[in-house]
């Protein structure tokens, strides 16, 4: 087929979504004098019998963008934040159950944690931590993530975490691999093994008929594997860290089948300092300096025998 | 099945992918005296016989990401960058070809234009822009950017977009839509559209038996479709804009089989200034606050009717 | 005198100043059919008899850094923006003059540059400039900032750009320099010039009693003097460069006494192919990688012997 | 005087410096198995006798830029990094003392903390953080910064952070503001009080023949001290809060003579639910919109009676 008959062929709508993106939305909870926040950023895609929206604009069946950012508000007060999964949840719920022209919707959330201010050097004279009830500072570690989907039957719920960044800075190697003509690595048996992890995972609860996971417990422990694994192996790439990351979590939480892991090797290269006659072992502390770009980017699906590998790809890509 | 069965099955590795991402590879050609660039940031992803690199950190099927680096540059020199999507694919190729392990091959290019200095007043006494042969500025409009895949058998090449900020100051409603409890948005009559465009089209061309596009032509024009569409829409709706502009780049670019689009709605609110006794509206040139977040994201697939959709959701979603 | 007796001494408040920063104030100018925009990021910083809401609290000084909002969208409707310099005088003596708490306001202003949709082609069939009247593209090179102060009597007016990144990709060298035991930089005779300029330069306008500056025209001049200077110079250090660029502005235009330059080496390393057998000398055209960190920073004042130098520092070295 | 006339004086070079600017200097000190990091962000800006270098392109005076990024890491190596005010010093002091034609060099740290890797639930299965030896991960909250300048005399060291974002839930108030034509804020006495604060502040140390202070602990118990003010601080402005932090730092610590703070007021707003019929009052438990810009922005310098105010107003503008 040639392209004028190409041309000739009609045009067609595929897949498309529309919603509110990134709407801050934080929860302040009062226990008596003791605050609580939840810190969230919260986007809404929406798909469904949208098809004239973008043929001819007609908005009937278009439940606008704005709307979908005022329920994001109102559901954190009337329903609270017990966690991004839940409330996610409640708010992909609401969207298909309550409007007949949506028939999918897909709830992304990003969380920002804070902590309670304490002296960091624990010093008796600072205020202790019980008596701080409403201050805070915050914790600019990683973010948290969740993604929930609705399809009026079954939630596909991905939990995960980005920008969290990690360094042994021993008990890493890199040799043994392909040389071809262009290859000039040097093969090295003591390497900084740094990456700042981008992570997704899929919970195995689809619906209200099985038990709903505690979502913060299940969290904090998925994220405790990841790192007791990246402390315990001895890495002899950062694939196998991957894996021995995901092993772990999928061995040990029974509610995770699959996860998957995008994870830029931060190089940090032994800077060479024979130019002033100063030797720069790794053996005995060396100095390194930190590259931006180029890195080396690792992504790595692990995942329950059996079960359908369900995380996009492009997903942990960026 | 409960959990701890859950916990008792394997663990297997699924999709994964490496490579040295984000290269800056800069080429200068000169012709005489008026010297060329082409600016790219080049990211490779690599697919194969890899099982090893991630279950015993065996790096005998591991062609280096640093390898993957210097091919970048070495390409440029040898072959040099006709076009970032004809680099890609005879990258692609080499890293297939050469190595038994690899199978697949993945690169991503983004594109950064320059353009010849010249007196932005069109003055004459300003050096001509014939006469600058090696003074350029960055354009800082749009970054071009190309996908190219090969799996040894077939390419498929993305070329697309993004960071491309239209606004359309009128001829722009938005009425008509779904109202529930939690609807508090007003009908506008005469609002401004502004987007950033990102977008990715998936060329039909994948193997040297089929004739290879102009790469840049089909560039230069599929880009000046989504703009005169832009331009020619009287819009009901930004995801009406979206479809016409799909829809005139498919009509007039037979090389084109499929196109979608991330489309932020870059709010414009007009703002009342009653309390000081002002009048601010549209018909009269108002005073409008940009605002950040939140943002209304719509995105949109088109399609020729009989293709199949191959650019996946989460591409343009980030 | 020890660190106690040091305590004992009583502590004072300096130099302090507050207000609303970044207020995002679009203006739509419409001329018939045929639209304008001015895109503006606000900020602004007052000063004055403000001891009280420092010590203790009181707020009866203050005018809300709300209310310094208001004023900016208020100010762009009923006053228009005749150019971002006009505004601020405008806005600054506003403040200053209606509020006796208030004895010096200073305006910031960024500037977004827009033009008309254009086919890049020049293609005849795309609809002619003179007649897309209200459809826009972001330029997208560089901002226009400006900074406008007074203090009840007096004006100080700074123009400026950041982020015109620029590149000569020849007649530029680097050698002669100082070698110490630290050096390994091999001289160069012919390396690419790229900086991503800052620049901010000071009228001599002080107060209505002078002849205001034609600010468009004055902006526009500046820069291409900027331009112009960085195509005829034959660069032996960024130095040289930067210090012809601001020589050319002064000789220029009169009503600029004074320029400051804050000029990023954007590096571009020409990459060693040796490894592959390939030579890559820039006089053939050469492969170069942009190194992103760390990079060279060329900062520089030039002004008119006779006057004072009052751009600060630090203004541009962020 | 007209511009003619001036056009006609000569132009000169004013302040200038130069240097090798982020160089991202990471040293690991092995301590047996224990490993710690120093990471390091480092910019040098030297001056002095640099006319040529501007003027004709005469490098005999300039000392490449490239020389000091090797200079910033063979100290690292031959000297260690006991602080980055040490580090800086001992830079500093090289260029200058070395160098005839250096009069002045100002180095410019930024410090990254990392904490070893401990199970956040504390639990006890988790490898213990004295078995934590030489795994870490980044803690991502404030950047420590430091500015080290040295005139072949005198030292100024000036010390901050910049990126600690706090929030006080409660306990904030806002009202007895000057009401004009523009104001519509109302006030408000139970309001989040939230900002990311940016501080610089100097120490009286400048030579030799004064004690050092440990600049570890100098640095800890500023921060400290900010932080134990903003707890206690029950808040009529943002003002009042940043004049306590200030006072407090120098009640505290005598080595410190002058501090500026510039604390953008991250705006919480209630979010209005009266459309759907809830109630959202601070005082039960309130949602909250994050507002991104614009900002309130408030600066201060509080310093010690009569001592000068030498932290430009510009340097933590931005």
Known sequence: MNNDSRRARPVVLGQNQYGKAENRVVKITRDGDTHHIKDLNVSVA??????????????????????????????????????????????????????????????????????????SDGNSQFIGADEVKHSFVRKGQETRVAQITYDGQNFEVLSGLKDLTVMNSTNSEFWGYIKDKYTTLKEDYDRILATSLSTWWRHNWTSDEQRMPNWEKSYEQAKKHILQAFVETYSLSLQQTLYQMGTRVLNNRGEIDEIRFSAPNKHHFRQDLSFCGLENEAKDGAVYYAADRPYGLIEATILREGTEARIPVDMTNL
Chains 1, 2, 3, 4 share one sequence.
């Open 46 to 119: 929406l798909s469904g019998d949208l098809d004239d929206v973008h043929y001819s604009g007609s908005n009937a069946n278009c439940l606008p963008t704005d709307t979908t950012k005022n329920t994001c508000f109102a559901f954190a007060k009337e329903y609270g934040i017990e966690s991004a999964e839940q409330y996610g949840i409640h708010l992909a719920r609401h969207f298909v159950d309550s409007q007949p022209s949506i028939h999918r919707a897909r709830i992304r959330i990003e969380e920002y944690a804070w902590e309670r201010i304490t002296a």
